[in-house]
Nanobody, 127 residues
């Protein structure tokens, strides 16, 4: 069973930065795709950024130029560097993993693409 554990959330002021980490364990797949999602209270879960096995990356328009998704060389840890944070970025952030190696652009930020989810880490941005 694949388990995903997020870390790195916290509280910052607007304009600040945070880096989230996600470490998959028990992963039976040689190759896979991963992504970050977020969910604010009363809102649906939305895709933030995704990366597939080929290294193709897709960002939500709302975070382009501010957030960067990356992996370490062995693909054992997924990161999300968040710069210039805004109050509207406040949400619980989730790491997700799909057993699909390559994704169509339309698939990267859809919840239905991913089979495994972490428990989430809270990010709070104050104005």
């Amino acid at each position: 069973q694949v388990e995903l554990v997020e870390s790195g959330g916290g509280s910052v002021q607007a304009g600040g930065s945070l880096r989230l980490s996600c470490a998959p364990s028990g992963n039976p797949y040689v190759a896979y795709s991963m992504a970050w999602f977020r969910q604010a209270p009363g809102k649906e879960r939305e895709g933030v950024a995704g990366i597939d096995n080929a290294g193709v990356i897709v960002y939500a328009d709302s975070v382009k130029g501010r957030f960067t998704i990356s992996e370490d060389n062995t693909r054992t840890t997924l990161y999300l560097l968040m710069n210039n944070l805004k109050p509207e970025d406040t949400a619980t952030y989730f790491c997700a993993l799909s057993d699909r190696k390559w994704l169509l652009e339309s698939q990267f930020l859809k919840t239905s693409t991913y089979q495994y989810w972490g428990q989430g880490t809270q990010v709070t941005v104050s104005s």
